[in-house]
């Protein structure tokens, strides 16, 4: 069972950049408990707007509700040409459980003082991811509450206001199957019409652009995680060797002892730090490159469902003509011929403003983030500096 | 000056406390009677002969007392006549008082001389009555040498003015002068508060005593009286500690010897004042003890003079610590000098005689007493100080560790070795590593103050093997070089020049360096003759031995396999509290030392793959910063992308530092314990076979128990002989044991603060390093 506060989520809400502008509509996570894989939120409101019943509410989500939400979204014909946040990733609290799991077993091995520090370290963990997770949940829903069509929805409402369990039905397994017999079609489907002459250079740059930033920058997150992990070995190498250190000053009896202890208290210190860079790393740096992978995917998508209305249109034309040399059904595909353009042009239109905004925002919330970084790791590097200047300092005047 | 490395000390009052304790012991004690000779000759053939001849006897006496003690009777006997000679000559350079001086020499090279030569003989009981007979004498004749005393210390100042002008050394006048100073401001005080305060010491012990020294120092006439009564009791019993502390004394200081510098005004210092210091404890028998001494260091002081650059290091250093008792030498001696011969003489056959005697009475009952004079004098915080640091042995080797150290600190830079420029040669593998080792010096034992020869890594090992074969029965801690690695070195062989050969060799480099600066550091090492050798020949004889593969290499492996086998089977029951310590200690702090290495190779493993994923980043960044539209973002990107480079290479040198500052530092510390533990091994070894010889001896003793209720008196005569060879072995053991527990303590001590220093200073240097690299980090990363 693990709570989190609301003094901790001010320097957590990085990845996004000043969502919750907008007066009328704020969303928050306060709280939210862990049972066994179950994450529960309770997602609280505060709102001006008529269409609520009241001012102010809470209701408990799981993370469930947030996907059901999502999907309902993406599958809402009318948000087609919207970028439709990308949905929470799923909470993970595998890696850290498998670690104190592994701990557990290597216990005998360590000192106690050294297996507290790593369980100390684990639990830290832990807690961080656990705050990362209600993290990307509430930036979901404040990135729905500040997008002007977005927050109109009716299921976004009901999701908020809604007191009740929404006992959301889970995915069986056909559900399951055939959303990724959906996505195979959809990609194939994404190749198929990545043949079409596109009509606007906009969208053609676009779509270029989007599809090579996707691969770098799923190339940097992975990177980066494994930066901010190499980081983490070597707080984690610290605290042994630490703990070494002080087992040795523990058995010494001679002049070393001392040094020895200065030296562990050193390296515990130091580990400290370590582990604060490889924590902020984390938050700036990867949260930050992952959060705008996932985002890009979302404009990919919208890029898609373009590029499918355009397909469409092109068919819908393709069958008028035929109807045409046929004289057969020709008002039907007339109508049908309209209608997907007129969708398309829909598509476009919101779709350039969405990306558009897209860019903007990424650019401010990367130039926020890295700033933020920057300055960071300057302090971590300054606060190691005084840190071994100390250290040698002590030492010489032994 | 190769003499150290033979001269191991063991403190020797701790195996006199055992053999007092001992009742069947006459043969240690005449042994330790010639020793006496032996210190006698010592203190003053030093100063006379040239510098070799000096090294030879030096060399003699040590190596005596590691043979059984019957060997010892031939060498007194020649040196007291070679010393005689040159006595002679010596102190015919004296001005003043010369006459005196080689009447003097001669009688006391004769006496000692002849006390000595009497030990030798079956029947030493028959020629000591006779000097005994004498001794009645003697005893008469004590009035006379009171009364002089006293007029003497009148004439001090005069006689000690004598000296000082006679050699021509600056430093010994103004030592001398200020002796004078001393000894002419309270000439007779002096002699009159030393002998007081040795009286108030032997107090508790012989009551007795303290009469007739009172009486001797206030008025001389009844003096006599009182002594004659009692001579052979209270008398002889100070003798017999305080030439146990002689004994003692010079050998323990010997070892300290090579450290320190050779000043002469030192040495006349240290020869009055170390003989003196023992003395001052007994009144009566110690004033002709005295002059026996203090004549000869009187002699050797003007002699020294002119031979003071042939005989730079020997002289000087014998006692540094008596510098405080040397007022009061200054003023015997002067009443030495005015002194009629023949009495003093007789009185030192005297002193030969009564200690004689007293142990061919072989009473244990004396002897326990003795024991128990020793301790409260030593004990008593007077001038004593050498007696004092004598009583108890560990006190005395941390001192003289200490006067080490002082000294170390001195010469802690006088050999400055690098180890440079591997190069590899020859091909395939037949190829090896050569590496250029520089050496830089100021000690006066090499030829040049900079030379440098070429070596190959089998003769680093080899030095090794010859060292430990050397050193390490004796208890020594050889620095360990480091491990063969055939992988590494074929790596190397092979010559592809890629980042982990290089890596390899300068891993290597570095540790035959720190191999061999230790080396060097180490005080007795460093006079080994073939260290000297490895650092300036030109070319070495190839080690052979050393490699691996090699028959050599295999009986090596089996004899190290017994060696565990008989580690094992080996059940000592520890005596010493602090040895136990130690080597749980040891072991332990091994222990640690290993987990600590593994995690520093962790530390560096993750360090380099840190270094790799912040080059991957650095590379993909950049690609994103090339694959973003908004300029001022992209060169934002590009420019983290470039800075996550430099941090690249920055933690790339920092796991290189990891590598060769920290666990490199931690990789030499485990073999250094290693080696540790091997001294500790072969301390066990000597107990395992003092223990054997002590089985072996209980064992001849129930046969001739057992041949005597058997009534056969021709084995008896066999079975007696045996065991007599059996106790001379096991004293013999059992003083090796002592002394290789002696060595291995002083070594582990040294070890510990060699280990202290050096580990700070390595630390300090990584840390140093470490904060480089933070230090680049700040500037750096401003995006």
Redesign the interface.
């Known amino acids: 069972m693990t709570s989190i506060d609301e003094s901790n989520k001010d320097k957590l809400r990085s990845v996004s950049v000043d969502l919750n502008n907008d007066a009328s509509l704020l969303i928050d996570i306060p709280d939210a408990l862990c049972e066994r894989d179950k994450v529960k939120f309770t997602v609280h409101t505060k709102t001006t707007l008529s269409s609520f019943q009241k001012p102010e509410f809470s209701v408990p989500r799981q993370h469930e509700d947030f996907i059901w939400l999502h999907d309902t979204l993406v599958e809402t014909e009318d948000y087609a040409g919207l970028i439709i946040p990308p949905a929470p990733p799923k909470p993970d609290f595998e890696g850290p459980r498998e670690k104190m799991h592994k701990l557990g077993e290597g216990e005998a091995t360590m000192t106690k003082e050294e297996y507290t520090k790593m369980k100390q370290e684990l639990e830290a963990e832990y807690l961080a991811v656990f705050k990362k997770t209600v993290q990307v949940h509430e930036v979901f829903l404040q990135r729905l509450s500040s997008h002007p069509i977005l927050s109109k929805d009716r299921n976004f409402q009901i999701f908020l206001e809604y007191d009740q369990d929404l006992s959301v039905r889970r995915k069986n397994a056909k559900e399951m199957f055939g959303g990724f017999f959906k996505n195979m079609v959809k990609s194939a489907d994404e190749v198929l019409i990545s043949g079409i002459k596109e009509v606007d250079d906009f969208f053609e740059q676009e779509k270029t652009f989007l599809l090579d930033y996707y691969s770098k920058i799923k190339d940097s997150t992975a990177k980066a995680e494994k930066m901010t992990r190499s980081h983490k070995n070597i707080a984690d190498d610290y605290i042994h060797i630490s703990a070494t250190l002080n087992s040795l000053s523990a058995d010494d009896s001679t002049g070393n002892k001392k040094n020895l202890e200065k030296l562990s208290d050193l390296f515990e210190k130091l580990r400290k730090v370590e582990g604060r860079v490889a924590s902020d790393q984390e938050l700036k740096l990867t949260e930050l490159l992952r959060y705008y992978m996932r985002d890009i995917q979302a404009a990919k998508d919208l890029l898609y469902r373009r590029a499918r209305a355009l397909a469409d249109y092109e068919n819908s034309n393709k069958a008028l003509d035929k109807a045409r040399l046929k004289s057969k059904d020709i008002p039907q595909a007339e109508e049908h011929q309209q209608h997907c353009l007129k969708k398309f042009d829909k598509l476009s239109e919101s779709g350039k403003k969405e990306l558009t905004s897209f860019k903007g925002r990424r650019v401010v919330a990367f130039r926020k983030n890295l700033i933020e970084m920057a300055e960071l790791e300057i302090k971590h590097a300054k606060n190691n500096v005084t840190l071994l200047q100390g250290c040698i300092e002590l030492l010489k005047t032994n | 000056m190769a003499t150290s490395s033979e001269r191991s000390p063991p403190p020797f009052p701790d195996s006199e406390d055992q053999d007092v304790l001992d009742t069947e012991d006459v043969a240690g004690r005449d042994s330790d009677e010639d020793d006496g000779g032996d210190l006698f000759m010592g203190s003053s053939n030093p100063t006379l002969a040239e510098v070799e001849t000096l090294l030879e006897p030096a060399r003699q006496p040590s190596d005596l007392l590691m043979n059984p003690p019957s060997d010892l009777m031939s060498d007194p006997l020649i040196e007291p006549i070679s010393s005689q000679t040159e006595n002679k000559p010596a102190s015919e350079a004296v001005n003043e008082p010369s006459d005196d001086f080689v009447d003097l020499t001669n009688n006391i090279s004769a006496t000692t001389e002849s006390a000595v030569a009497e030990i030798p003989l079956d029947e030493p009981s028959d020629d000591f009555v006779d000097i005994l007979g004498s001794e009645t004498e003697a005893q008469r004749e004590e009035v006379v040498v009171t009364d002089v005393t006293v007029e003497a210390a009148a004439d001090k100042s005069e006689v000690t003015s004598g000296v000082t002008d006679s050699p021509g050394d600056g430093k010994i006048r103004s030592d001398a002068e200020e002796e004078a100073q001393e000894t002419s401001a309270a000439p007779i005080i002096d002699l009159g508060a030393d002998l007081p305060a040795s009286n108030t010491q032997q107090l508790p012990v012989s009551d007795k005593i303290a009469d007739p020294l009172v009486d001797l120092l206030g008025d001389p006439s009844p003096a006599p009286a009182a002594d004659a009564k009692k001579p052979s009791g209270a008398t002889i019993d100070l003798f017999e500690d305080e030439g146990s502390d002689l004994f003692g004394e010079p050998r323990q200081t010997k070892s300290a010897k090579q450290q320190q510098k050779s000043l002469f005004g030192e040495a006349d210092e240290d020869l009055f004042g170390e003989p003196l210091g023992a003395v001052s404890k007994k009144p009566v028998s110690k004033e002709q003890k005295e002059k026996s001494v203090t004549t000869k260091a009187a002699a050797a002081v003007p002699a020294g003079g002119p031979l003071l650059d042939s005989s730079p290091a020997e002289p000087a250093d014998i006692f540094t610590e008596e510098a405080v008792t040397t007022t009061p030498s200054v003023s015997n001696t002067s009443t030495v000098n005015s002194k009629t011969n023949g009495v003093h003489s007789e009185e030192e056959a005297d002193i030969f005689s009564e200690a004689t005697v007293e142990l061919s009475l072989d009473s244990p009952r004396t002897e326990r007493k003795n024991d128990v004079t020793a301790k409260p004098s030593a004990s008593a915080p007077t001038s004593l100080s050498a007696a004092a640091s004598q009583a108890k042995p560990q006190s005395a080797a941390l001192e003289e560790l200490e006067e080490e150290e002082e000294a170390e600190l001195d010469d802690k830079f006088e050999v400055l070795v690098s180890v440079k420029d591997p190069e590899k040669i020859g091909d395939g593998m037949n190829a090896y590593m050569a590496y250029k080792v520089s050496t830089q010096t100021t000690l006066p034992m090499f030829r040049n103050k900079t030379f440098t020869v070429r070596r190959r890594f089998s003769d680093f090992l080899g030095l090794y093997e010859k060292l430990s074969e050397k050193h390490g029965p004796n208890g020594f801690i050889v620095p360990p070089p480091p491990e063969k690695s055939i992988l590494g070195m074929t790596k190397v062989k092979v010559g592809k020049e890629d980042s982990s050969s290089a890596d390899f060799v300068e891993r290597r480099r570095g540790a035959l360096e720190r191999y061999l600066q230790r080396v060097v550091n180490h005080p007795s090492l460093i006079q080994d003759p073939d260290v000297r050798e490895f650092l300036e020949r030109e070319d070495l004889p190839r080690a052979v031995s050393t490699q691996a593969l090699s028959g050599a290499g295999f009986l090596k492996m089996i004899n190290k396999a017994t060696d565990a086998v008989s580690k094992m089977t080996i059940k000592m029951n520890e005596s010493d509290v602090w040895f136990e310590e130690k080597l749980q200690?040891v072991e332990?702090?091994d222990q640690?030392?290993r987990?600590?290495h593994a995690?520093?190779e962790?530390?560096v493993i993750?360090?380099k793959?840190?270094s790799l994923?912040?080059a991957?980043?650095a590379?993909?960044?950049a690609?994103?910063g090339s694959?973003?539209?908004?300029t001022?973002?992209s060169r934002?990107?590009s420019q983290?992308a470039e800075v996550e480079d430099k941090m690249e290479q920055l933690h790339q040198d920092q796991a290189a530092n990891d590598t060769f500052s920290f666990a490199e530092l931690i990789a030499d510390y485990i073999r250094l314990l290693g080696a540790v533990r091997g001294s500790f091994d072969h301390r066990m070894k000597v107990w395992q076979r003092w223990q054997d010889a002590q089985a072996m001896l209980q064992k001849k003793r129930e046969t001739e128990a057992k041949l005597l209720w058997a009534n056969k008196p021709d084995k008896l005569q066999l079975a007696k002989e045996e065991i007599a060879e059996w106790e001379a072995k096991v004293t013999q053991y059992e003083r090796d044991f002592e002394r290789v527990s002696a060595t291995v303590r002083k070594e582990v001590v040294r070890f510990?603060?060699e280990?202290?220093k050096n580990?700070?200073r390595q630390?300090?240097k990584y840390?140093?390093s470490?904060?480089q690299s933070?230090?680049q980090?700040?500037p750096s990363?401003?995006?």
């Open positions: 200690e332990s702090a640690q030392f987990k600590l995690l520093v962790s530390l993750h360090r793959e840190l994923n912040t991957s980043f590379k993909s960044t690609m994103l694959a973003e539209d908004n001022a973002l934002a990107l983290l510990e603060k280990k202290t580990f700070k630390i300090i840390l140093e470490l904060l933070q230090q980090v700040s990363r401003k995006t």
